[in-house]
């Protein structure tokens, strides 16, 4: 609905908090939202108001559908693997937040990286790659002098007839494999130049347990076994 | 409806990967959010794929969630009812707003206030009741039954452009008293 120029933005507001603007015009007004403080505080009057009425809505039991939703969402083939990955990078993400973490793996690391020198330029980051039921441990330093990421791992097993997988998953985009990994000793990973801006800390490095030789078509299969943020040291 | 403070706690655990608070969270809220989706979509086997689809975004949402802003459960019926709005609109043409003029002037005021919602105390409540009993109607119709202009002004027998007008009146009204 093309709500001419003289709709006052209270109204406006009230409408698109009502539901009441057709798909394009509710984009546009979304949009406005994240561009317009005013807009945005017109429309929370109405959306906190209207909330109200949420207390007329009747209860109405579904049928069963939980393990439908939990299908979705955790089991291995309803989800979409990248869904997947991205649930479950969340988790580890909150739990991987602390500084405190990060910076005992930097005074850990050095003694394990061969090669890392303090005092160089260029950035430096870490990532710890852990997961939920997942015994495969890796730590990760990206330096950005050398344009290289080098990977230990710490602990876990290697699975007769698998791989591990390493991948960056920078923000909003699916991941990038930089190629099958130890899982055992330490790995020197040089980054394409097309990939070398992504290695910075929006970005996560994930480790995904694939068929042997890596995962087919680049795109990872098999479950996040270790995954973590990277942090600037 | 359990106490929000509790939900606040579940969607808490929700937000750091609990799957038993999710299931919890699921048990505690899917009957509201499956009577607003149903009140919306009006078709039960709509309602349940669109409930699906809700607490996947839950689950995926729960993070966001911040218990100052607005209480759980409001903000859990907001996705849902987000969910089955933006379902709805997919599948209506695109409105023609041939009125872009927004015509103020009043018509007939005929105060005839609703008395049904007794039961009520919130301050919307309160206003829409000075409200003509047709347009508070019809503003519960657009929330909480996701009519279009167009469903309106089916309903109520007049053209869509009248619609608007009344409605958009109604609505600045309804600013003035919750303000």
Known sequence: MGAGPSVPDEVLAAE???????????????????????????????????????????????RPLYAG?????????????????????????????????????????????????????????????????????????????????????VSGESVAGKDYELWIIPEG????????????????IALANNL????????????TLEPSGGAPGGIPTGPVVAAGSLAAV | ??????????????????????????????????????????????AEEALQDIYVKIWQRAGQYRPDNKSAISWLAAIARNHALDMVRARRPATRDIDAAFEIEDDAPNPEE????????????????????????????AYLDGFSYQDLADRFGVPINTMRTWLRRSLLKLRDCLS
């Open chain 2, 114 to 141: 609703s008395a049904i919602r007794t039961g009520e105390t919130g301050r919307i409540d309160l206003c829409l009741r000075k409200l003509e009993v047709d347009r508070a109607e019809a503003v519960r119709l």
């Open chain 1, 173 to 188: 985009k699916n991941p990038i494999s930089l190629g099958v990994v130890p899982i055992a000793g330490t790995a020197t």
């Open chain 2, 1 to 46: 409806m359990p106490a929000s403070s509790e939900l606040d706690g579940i969607i808490a655990r929700v937000a750091l990967g609990d799957r038993s608070a999710f299931r919890n969270l699921y048990d505690r809220s899917s009957a509201k959010l499956f009577g607003v989706v149903l009140r919306i979509l009006k078709d039960r086997h709509d």
């Open chain 1, 196 to 207: 070398k801006s992504y290695a910075n800390p929006s970005s996560v490095l994930a480790v």
């Open chain 1, 69 to 153: 939703i939990e299908a979705r969402l955790f089991a291995p083939k309803s989800a979409s693997l990248l869904e997947r990955l991205w649930n479950d990078l969340r988790v580890w993400r909150g739990v991987a937040a602390g500084a405190l973490a990060v910076a005992v793996l930097v005074v850990g690391f050095a003694a394990l990286v061969p090669g890392l020198q303090t005092g160089r330029t260029g950035e430096t980051y870490v990532a710890s790659l852990a997961a939920d039921q997942s015994e495969a441990k890796f730590l990760a330093l990206y330096d950005a002098a050398a344009g290289e990421v080098r990977l230990t791992g």
């Open chain 1, 16 to 62: 698109f908090a009502l539901g009441l603007l057709d798909a394009a015009a509710h984009q546009l007004a979304e949009q406005r939202i994240i561009s317009d403080a005013a807009f945005k505080s017109k429309v929370e009057f109405w959306q906190s108001h209207l909330a109200e009425l949420d207390a007329e809505v009747e209860p109405v039991t579904p």
